[in-house]
């Protein structure tokens, strides 16, 4: 099973539990308010499976170290803005975001401009492009501050730096996390366009198992409540979970990282 895999340029995936008897159940990803927001930038093992697009198999490289690769840069945007990336946030085409096929989720990565050495760094949170000789698609803020948004496309070289370390300084510092798999982990089990619905299936979830929340959020300007449930140390404590409550109770949950 992949957790957060998608292919952005296929249809928006749906994460509506079909046993729910209430009215308005529909998907919503995580809505990425700020640049500033890091609770998705961990990379999952879901994240780091092969997958294939358009009968071509992809590896998730297992690290960043070294890498620098040579090619071509595109962009993405208003197309794509409030969908559902691969690492499940929300596309917002103003924060400084890229796509690519394999660099882990997560990874923040210099982009130079071969051409007039102008420079930006993005975050890998989406994979893409899945067009010959692309290496990079870049967020529009992206691309319009390394200068190529009227171009559209523009020799690039990408050095990738690692995971942003917080820090009181000006300078920004990156770092290799010390674990993929600890961390703060929840099933997401419904989504609803109606509040009252959302929090009364939640209580039924905390009467029966111990937990259930709700957590609000906007896309594309429409509000939805998703509905989690369950309390997790490890990444692969909740996909066990995933892996044996998906068969019965919850059939299409999912997990997400929480703070």
């Avoid at 890091?38 to 960043?64: C, D, F, I, W």
């Avoid at 111990?210 to 369950?230: I, N, T, W």
Wanted: hydrophobic residues 35%; positive net charge.
């Amino acid at each position: 099973m992949q957790l957060f895999m998608t292919n952005r340029t296929a249809l928006y995936l749906s994460a509506v539990i079909p046993f729910l008897l209430l009215s308005a159940c529909a998907s919503a990803p995580r809505r990425e308010s700020s640049e500033s927001s890091y609770s998705q930038t961990r990379p999952t093992k879901a994240t780091q499976r092969p997958y294939t697009v358009n009968g071509k198999r992809y590896e998730p490289l297992a690290t960043h170290e070294g890498f620098v690769q040579d090619g071509i840069a595109s962009s993405y945007g208003r197309k794509f803005h409030g969908r559902k990336t691969s690492s499940g946030e929300t596309f917002n085409m103003h924060a400084m975001t890229a796509a690519h096929k394999t660099l882990p989720m997560g990874v923040y990565v210099r982009v130079q401009h071969k051409r007039t050495n102008r420079e930006v760094v993005v975050r890998i949170n989406d994979r893409g492009p899945f067009v010959r000789n692309r290496i990079v698609d870049l967020s529009t803020a992206a691309a319009e501050k390394l200068g190529i948004l009227q171009e559209g496309l523009a020799p690039v070289r990408l050095t990738a730096l690692g995971y942003k370390s917080e820090s009181d300084s000006s300078t920004s510092a990156y770092r290799q996390p010390a674990s993929y798999d600890s961390g703060n982990f929840t099933l997401q089990v419904g989504a609803f366009t109606i509040r009252e619905n959302a929090y009364r299936y939640a209580a039924e979830l905390k009467r029966k198992y111990g937990s259930g929340d709700v957590q609000e959020a906007y896309v594309g300007g429409k509000k939805f409540y998703r509905v989690r449930s369950g309390r997790y140390g490890s990444l692969k404590e909740a996909q066990a979970a995933q892996d044996r409550y998906e068969q019965g109770q919850f059939p299409g949950c999912f997990v997400v990282a929480v703070e």
